[in-house]
């Protein structure tokens, strides 16, 4: 584990833009894309969070228009926007339930929001987790919107994006062996590929540390008052992934690898083509509050 990145080898082989806008689809792909390295904003707002650790939903939607905005090279949200989804689209909005640290309400809210303001029937949106195989909108979905909190995870090392597919197959604990590793191939299902518009990797206050199943102690949360957006899920994960790792360093005084090893982040870029994790394949916009970003 080096101090910025996934492994010692800072994953040497990455993904082509190319690849990325034949899986993303275009005009999105184009602007998230160039030149073979994937955009990815990261946002923070300390104010996003109050004392209680309550979150300020007005912040919080301005935040991800930020995001979403410098993404793609947009100065009004509605524009921004409606570069991601289409009137006639049918748009499902995969979110996390984990009881311990969901997808924030707010943000689901501030998503279906913008989705209803380009166009997209109300009938033609739904947000979904556990139940998204049986769910009549996420059948029919020409679109999707990926958000999720980042978290250590036990058997993937780190909840992420990537991780959030998996309710998309009937067995998810066939995905679940050498770290995750093949979670990419979900992405390339014929449910998922081509689908997904944006990618949102919650980092309001995340887990960074944790031993066994569904560990969970708020000890190992931190305010980092962020949110990391993109169109690639590999460079919005290994963006993430980078941030955890530095906090770790942080709190312990000492490298602790996330364990397991992030094999599916790596897989993802590598085996399946679906980004870049490369930092150098990365372009990192930051916006906000820069002290403690941490990268």
Not at 3 to 19: C, E, I, K, Q, V
Not at 133 to 158: D, E, K
Request: one cysteine or more; charged letters at 25%; glycine letters at 8%.
């Amino acid at each position: 584990m080096s101090d910025d990145g996934l492994t010692r080898r800072d994953f040497l082989r990455t993904g082509s833009g190319a690849a990325m806008a034949s899986l993303l689809g275009l005009p999105v792909a184009a602007a998230a894309a160039v030149d073979g390295t994937s955009r990815v904003v990261l946002v923070r707002d300390p104010a996003v969070l109050g004392p209680d650790g309550a979150i300020d939903a007005k912040i919080l939607a301005r935040m991800l228009d930020d995001a979403v905005m410098a993404m793609l090279d947009e100065r009004e949200p509605s524009r921004a926007w409606s570069r991601l989804v289409r009137p006639d689209d049918v748009v499902g909005v995969k979110t996390n339930a984990w009881r311990n640290l969901p997808t924030p309400p707010a943000l689901e809210d501030a998503i279906v929001r913008r989705v209803r303001e380009t166009g997209v029937a109300e009938k033609s949106i739904s947000v979904d987790d556990r139940g998204i195989r049986t769910n009549s909108v996420f059948q029919r979905a020409t679109a999707l919107i990926n958000a999720r909190p980042s978290r250590i995870h036990y058997w993937a090392g780190l909840g992420t994006c990537l991780k959030n597919y998996i309710m998309f197959v009937p067995r998810p604990a066939d995905y679940h062996a050498n770290g995750c590793e093949s979670l990419g191939a979900i992405w390339r299902l014929p449910e998922v590929e081509g689908k997904t518009r944006l990618n949102v990797l919650v980092m309001l206050q995340p887990l960074f540390h944790g031993v066994g199943p569904h560990a969970f102690s708020a000890e190992f949360t931190w305010p980092y008052a962020g949110l990391v957006v993109g169109v690639d899920p590999v460079a919005v994960d290994a963006t993430g992934a980078r941030i955890i790792q530095a906090r770790r360093k942080e709190h312990f005084g000492e490298d602790r690898p996330i364990s397991p090893p992030l094999t599916h982040i790596l897989a993802a870029d590598r085996r399946y083509g679906l980004g870049n994790a490369s930092a150098e394949r990365i372009q990192l916009v930051r916006l906000g509050r820069t002290e403690g970003n941490l990268i």
